[in-house]
């Protein structure tokens, strides 16, 4: 079955840097586009950042854009999102998803590793 499992999430303070990884197994990791979203607490669950199958083309939130870059290594079956300039904003629960496009997410998710942005 499809598992994702992400990690490297922590407490961070503002003006900081992250890098998530999420590792895939149970499908081709390399047909389908990956994702990464994110859910603050009372907020909606919101796109992040996604990158094509082959890494070629990659598309960000707008908020995040110039600051966090999304990768992938398709050998390795992971994806990566390496978060830099980190604002309390981007305090949030992270996930990992498989299969989805920009506007819709797809059926698999990973469990979540929590970012926390704070002096």
């Known amino acids: 079955q499809v598992q994702l499992v992400e990690s490297g999430g922590g407490t961070v303070q503002p003006g900081g840097s992250l890098r998530l990884s999420c590792a895939a197994s149970?499908?081709?990791?390399?047909?389908?586009?990956m994702s990464w979203y994110r859910q603050a607490p009372r907020n909606v669950r919101e796109l992040v950042a996604i990158?094509?199958?082959?890494?070629?083309?990659?598309n960000y939130a707008h908020s995040v854009k110039g600051r966090f870059t999304i990768s992938r290594d398709n050998a390795l079956n992971t994806v990566y999102l390496q978060m830099n300039s980190l604002k309390p904003e981007d305090t949030a629960v992270y996930y990992c998803?498989?299969?989805?496009?920009?506007?819709?997410?797809?059926?698999?998710w990973g469990q979540g590793t929590q970012v926390t942005v704070s002096s």
């Open positions: 149970g499908f081709t990791f390399s047909r389908y586009a």
């Open positions: 998803n498989a299969g989805g496009t920009y506007y819709y997410p797809g059926a698999s």
């Open positions: 990158i094509s199958s082959a890494g070629d083309s990659t």
